[in-house]
């Protein structure tokens, strides 16, 4: 049985804002086992960071304490330090020294010998792919290079553990990957802890051997991937038809078929409030007046109302036990009852769903555009520099 | 977050190897940022015109604007490290398994170090200039001025280290130079000699007036018109005194601050 490398008891973090205070991490405990890929899922500011800032002896907790790599972050921090690297989510190397140069200045730092300082040097900057790189300024590197400096720099003083903050945000897909794999890599060849922040399910799904659902500073499940989509009992069937009358008649028909978890209706993206509220001015329009109303004479108006009604949801998910066995007999309904089912998918349970399960909302919401995270980025910053 | 417990933060353990290594990377960045070497040099040629050559009695002024080049460049090379909490790296040394005390006497003698280079690039171009008059002993007079050249980048930079540990960003830097940099140059008897008059007492309370004075010690010795205004090791235990001051201050404040 593998030995604990991280364990963590109560751990809780209130920061004062002003007269109020926010408790960004509530007494939260857990462990991390040598050698595994951990990771942090929640949506910004769900208590992430504010963890790994603990456990790396950036924060002092409020209360409750944790054991990093066996020293006590609260009693020990110095040995803390000497015993994990850290990536941070911005990045934190100079960018008028080399690559090497920044490499040197760490291990100087952390103690490395002397003798062993540049052949560890050339070994991590080996592993990450960057040797041809060395000596160039980081200024002139890509995003993706000075994220694998960084991972190379965090794993100079041979850590017992990795700590990544957010490993690959804002980089483009491609680098993301390759990221993954040199991550992965590590943990396989090198057989390092690794423990991660992200908020991307692919991320904690391609990389963690277990994933620590975290949200308003709790705790809200830990274990396998796999372990957690087992919780949610079923596949998913997403079906489209072909305007909402028909939806509805069809939600109506299955409501007593057997094995069924859930049904959502996917709202379209149009605001749909205005929406509603547009209709039932046009609804008040028609009922007013004794002449026929405008609107049906009116092409364009006509246009108006037909493109709101595209615009009611026509879709819907089904959360079904054995999924693929019963879309038979569904279909069966819908042609029964003349429905007419425009597209069909079936989808066994990502990790999306398994957030939506057990916070009741999507991670999405919050992090959707690039803008939004670049904005969120800056204003970290921002808030780090006041 | 204060970081009262955590005897990291608490311990005065200092690790020379890796002062020295953060003061390295500060003369390295310095170095490879020509603006800044050239801007160094432009004003310092600046103020050597400017003060010295159109004011009149060149040697007085010149003696006294060489150490308010050292300020000026001692209190950018002291805030510098606003630059690096702006640009992220500032939280790879506060991870570090280092105390706070290392980092700042790292900090302390890497702005030492710069400031000291541009003191004696000005006082090299003031000399060439022919501001203290060409005579044999000039040249000893430049040599013996060096420790103080080294005396007053210590005390800026320190000063610069003290006012970095109060500033989140660099809106703050013209209140900076306004409130504390231009009071300290206008005092400290650079341009106008205050000796012997009532006013030369209140200046004694800016640390940049000992600067001065030792200065003038050295380069001005054997000029019988001019005298300066303390004895010589007054000013050097007052700059040393005020540079302890600023150092230990700044210490403590950064070991009280937070991490993040």
Same mark, same amino acid.
């Given at each position: 049985?593998?030995?604990?490398?991280?364990?963590?008891?109560?751990?809780?973090?209130?920061?004062?804002?002003?007269?109020?205070?926010?408790?960004?991490?509530?007494?939260?405990?857990?462990?991390?086992?040598?050698?595994?890929?951990?990771? =942090?899922?929640?949506?910004?500011?769900?208590?992430?960071?504010?963890?790994?800032?603990?456990?790396?002896?950036?924060? !002092?907790?409020?209360?409750?304490?944790?054991?990093?790599?066996?020293?006590?972050?609260?009693?020990?921090?110095?040995?803390?330090?000497?015993?994990?690297?850290?990536? !941070?989510?911005?990045?934190?190397?100079?960018?008028?020294?080399?690559?090497?140069?920044?490499?040197?200045?760490?291990?100087? @730092?952390?103690?490395?010998?002397?003798?062993?300082?540049?052949?560890?040097? @050339?070994?991590?900057?080996?592993?990450?792919?960057?040797?041809?790189?060395?000596?160039?300024?980081?200024?002139?590197?890509?995003?993706?290079?000075?994220?694998?400096?960084?991972?190379?720099?965090?794993?100079?003083?041979?850590?017992?553990?990795?700590?990544?903050?957010?490993?690959?945000?804002?980089?483009?897909?491609?680098?993301?990957?390759?990221?993954?794999?040199?991550?992965?890599?590590?943990?396989?060849?090198?057989?390092?802890?690794?423990?991660?922040?992200?908020?991307?399910?692919?991320?904690?799904?391609?990389?963690?051997?277990?994933?620590?659902?975290?949200?308003?500073?709790?705790?809200?499940?830990?274990?396998?991937?796999?372990?957690?989509?087992?919780?949610?009992?079923?596949?998913?069937?997403?079906?489209?038809?072909?305007?909402?009358?028909?939806?509805?008649?069809?939600?109506?028909? $299955?409501?007593? =078929?057997?094995?069924?978890?859930?049904?959502?209706? $996917?709202?379209?993206?149009?605001?749909?409030?205005?929406?509603?509220?547009?209709?039932?001015? $046009?609804?008040?329009?028609?009922?007013?007046?004794?002449?026929?109303?405008?609107?049906?004479?009116?092409?364009?108006?006509?246009?108006?109302?037909?493109?709101?009604?595209?615009?009611?949801?026509?879709?819907?998910?089904?959360?079904?036990?054995?999924?693929?066995?019963?879309?038979?007999?569904?279909?069966?309904?819908?042609?029964?009852?003349?429905?007419? $089912?425009?597209?069909?998918?079936?989808?066994?349970?990502?990790?999306?769903?398994?957030?939506?399960?057990?916070?009741?909302?999507?991670?999405?919401?919050?992090?959707?555009?690039?803008?939004?995270?670049?904005?969120?980025?800056?204003?970290?910053?921002?808030?780090?520099?006041? | 977050?204060?970081?009262?417990?955590?005897?990291?933060?608490?311990?005065?353990?200092?690790?020379?190897?890796?002062?020295?290594?953060?003061?390295?990377?500060?003369?390295?960045?310095?170095?490879?940022?020509?603006?800044?070497?050239?801007?160094?040099?432009?004003?310092?040629?600046?103020?050597?015109?400017?003060?010295?050559?159109?004011?009149?009695?060149?040697?007085?002024?010149?003696?006294?604007?060489?150490?308010?080049?050292?300020?000026?460049?001692?209190?950018?090379? +002291?805030?510098?490290?606003?630059?690096?909490?702006?640009? +992220?790296?500032?939280?790879?040394?506060?991870?570090?398994?280092?105390?706070?005390?290392?980092?700042?006497?790292?900090?302390?003698? +890497?702005?030492?170090?710069?400031?000291?280079?541009?003191?004696?690039?000005?006082?090299?171009?003031?000399?060439?200039?022919?501001?203290?008059?060409?005579?044999?002993?000039?040249?000893?007079?430049?040599?013996?001025?060096?420790?103080?050249?080294?005396?007053?980048?210590?005390?800026?930079?320190?000063?610069?280290?003290?006012?970095?540990?109060?500033?989140?960003?660099? &809106?703050?830097?013209?209140?900076?130079?306004?409130?504390?940099?231009?009071?300290?140059?206008?005092?400290?008897?650079?341009?106008?000699?205050?000796?012997?008059?009532?006013?030369?007492?209140?200046?004694?309370?800016?640390?940049?007036?000992?600067?001065?004075?030792?200065?003038? &010690?050295?380069?001005?010795?054997?000029?019988?018109?001019?005298?300066?205004?303390?004895?010589?090791?007054?000013?050097?235990?007052?700059?040393?005194?005020?540079?302890?001051?600023?150092?230990?201050?700044?210490?403590?404040?950064?070991?009280?601050?937070?991490?993040?």
């Amino acid at each position: 049985m593998a030995t604990n490398i991280i364990e963590v008891k109560n751990l809780t973090k209130i920061f004062d804002v002003g007269t109020n205070q926010v408790e960004a991490v509530k007494g939260i405990s857990f462990s991390v086992r040598e050698g595994e890929i951990f990771g =942090f899922l929640g949506p910004n500011g769900a208590g992430k960071t504010t963890t790994l800032n603990m456990l790396s002896t950036l924060l !002092f907790p409020t209360s409750g304490t944790a054991k990093v790599a066996g020293y006590d972050i609260n009693n020990e921090p110095d040995m803390v330090r000497k015993n994990i690297g850290m990536v !941070f989510q911005e990045m934190s190397l100079d960018i008028d020294l080399t690559g090497k140069e920044n490499l040197e200045l760490h291990a100087i @730092m952390y103690g490395v010998d002397k003798k062993t300082r540049n052949q560890r040097i @050339m070994e991590m900057l080996e592993i990450v792919q960057l040797t041809d790189k060395a000596n160039i300024l980081v200024k002139n590197y890509s995003g993706g290079m000075k994220r694998r400096l960084e991972i190379a720099r965090g794993l100079l003083h041979y850590p017992k553990c990795l700590f990544l903050d957010e490993p690959t945000l804002g980089l483009d897909p491609q680098t993301r990957r390759s990221i993954w794999d040199h991550i992965k890599k590590l943990n396989e060849e090198y057989g390092i802890t690794i423990i991660l922040t992200t908020h991307y399910m692919e991320e904690a799904d391609a990389l963690c051997d277990r994933i620590c659902i975290i949200d308003h500073g709790e705790i809200i499940a830990l274990d396998t991937s796999e372990n957690l989509k087992g919780h949610l009992k079923g596949d998913t069937i997403s079906l489209e038809f072909e305007n909402f009358k028909a939806l509805k008649k069809f939600e109506a028909k $299955i409501k007593d =078929f057997a094995g069924i978890h859930a049904i959502k209706i $996917i709202t379209p993206k149009t605001n749909m409030r205005q929406m509603l509220s547009k209709m039932a001015a $046009i609804r008040a329009q028609m009922s007013g007046g004794k002449k026929p109303p405008a609107i049906m004479m009116d092409p364009a108006k006509h246009d108006a109302m037909s493109k709101m009604m595209r615009s009611l949801p026509t879709k819907m998910n089904i959360i079904i036990e054995n999924g693929s066995e019963k879309v038979a007999s569904l279909i069966k309904i819908a042609n029964d009852s003349g429905i007419k $089912i425009k597209s069909l998918t079936i989808k066994q349970p990502s990790l999306e769903e398994v957030f939506i399960h057990y916070t009741g909302r999507s991670i999405r919401d919050e992090n959707g555009s690039r803008g939004a995270t670049m904005r969120e980025i800056m204003q970290r910053r921002m808030r780090s520099v006041m | 977050m204060l970081c009262e417990k955590g005897d990291i933060m608490n311990k005065i353990d200092i690790n020379f190897t890796v002062s020295f290594a953060l003061a390295k990377r500060e003369f390295i960045k310095y170095l490879r940022n020509k603006s800044r070497v050239i801007t160094s040099i432009f004003q310092s040629l600046m103020f050597l015109f400017i003060f010295g050559f159109a004011i009149g009695n060149q040697a007085l002024v010149s003696a006294g604007i060489i150490p308010q080049a050292i300020l000026f460049a001692g209190i950018f090379s +002291g805030v510098s490290i606003v630059m690096d909490r702006m640009l +992220g790296f500032f939280k790879e040394i506060m991870v570090a398994p280092i105390s706070r005390t290392t980092i700042t006497i790292g900090r302390a003698i +890497g702005g030492t170090l710069v400031a000291s280079i541009q003191g004696i690039i000005l006082i090299t171009l003031t000399s060439i200039f022919g501001a203290f008059g060409y005579e044999p002993l000039l040249f000893l007079k430049i040599l013996a001025a060096i420790p103080i050249i080294f005396l007053t980048a210590f005390l800026t930079t320190s000063l610069g280290n003290l006012i970095s540990t109060r500033m989140k960003d660099f &809106h703050q830097m013209q209140f900076i130079m306004t409130f504390l940099i231009m009071p300290l140059f206008f005092t400290s008897g650079a341009i106008i000699d205050f000796v012997g008059t009532p006013f030369f007492n209140f200046t004694l309370i800016n640390p940049m007036t000992y600067c001065v004075d030792a200065m003038r &010690h050295i380069m001005l010795a054997g000029n019988p018109t001019i005298s300066a205004g303390l004895p010589l090791y007054v000013d050097i235990i007052a700059i040393l005194a005020f540079s302890l001051v600023f150092i230990i201050l700044s210490a403590y404040i950064f070991r009280k601050s937070e991490s993040v």
